[in-house]
């Protein structure tokens, strides 16, 4: 297998671009299960490259040199994303494109939680923040500024069905015909855009990074490759079906297991917080919830494959998704009988 990271080469992209000297320390960060980040430390400097993973993959994934495009943007609009230090276009250094990005001395809550998050009033203002960012990343003007050219005005959902059914048909190795039932009903039944926004595409709490010390507030907002414009309401329903909470049966989108414990906000709860800063009618948010149950099969199907190919030797994680997969359509069906 190709190496992911190749010293020589990474550390004479950093002479190019200006950042320190000398060798560098490395270490990987992140919970990501498909793009790759990287800790880079030389003479002082602290950053991080980002990549994909090794090809090949289907050309509209992994994008690195549009999401360090976009990051730049959103940046320029106070968005709380890294700063882009530089971007490769080049694939003869690493055989992939990749940017560096500051390094951001925050946290991620997924198991555990800070000192100041013990009680209800901290547990409620860490989601509240992640709803308030939300809220005002949706706010936007996306019209006539940098943003208006990742993504089209219209057609967002339809065209959003369509592609993850077909990328379900180039990555799939087994039959799992209940996914192409829930898609048929998603498409049929799609709702009415309220509005156009910048949709992260990711948008849970794991792609969030909070200030280490209280008060409760996100530093910065990551994983933005699967961002365009679209419906808003997508990233909440997919926030909120990948929060974890009691009240459904576990996934293999439950990647912060810490909202389960007491003193956080119910899905219910944050859904109403979002919905009194956006102005936003909620009221058939099931259906996106239903939709990222279903495109995040996609996702994982997609890893479970390369597993299945030994493209991800060593992985803990494609080895739970021959039934992860199939839960994951199954909680697409049971946000559909919520709908109905």
Known sequence: MPPLLIIDETERFLDQVGIGSGPIRWDRIG???SNINYLLQRSGHNVVLRRGPRPPYPASAHNMVREARLLQALHAKGVPVPRVIAICEDDAVLGVPFYLMEFLDGIVLTDELPCWAHD?????????????????????????TALAQFGKTSGYLERQVALFHTLWGRITRRELPEFAEVGGWLDRHRPVSQRLSIVHGDYRLGNLMYYRAAPARACGILDWEMATLGDPLADLGYFAATYSADDRPPTVMDLTPVTCEPGFPTRAELVEYYASRSALDV??????EAFAYW??????EEIFTRWLVEKRPGDLFGPQLRAGVPDLIAAARSAIDRSR
């Open 283 to 288: 009221s058939h948010l099931a259906w996106y």
């Open 31 to 33: 919970d990501g299960h």
């Open 120 to 144: 209800p009033t901290s547990r409620r203002a860490v989601v509240q923040s992640a709803m308030d960012e939300l809220a005002s990343l949706h706010a936007l003007d996306v019209s006539a």
């Open 295 to 300: 495109k995040s099969a996609v996702f994982c």
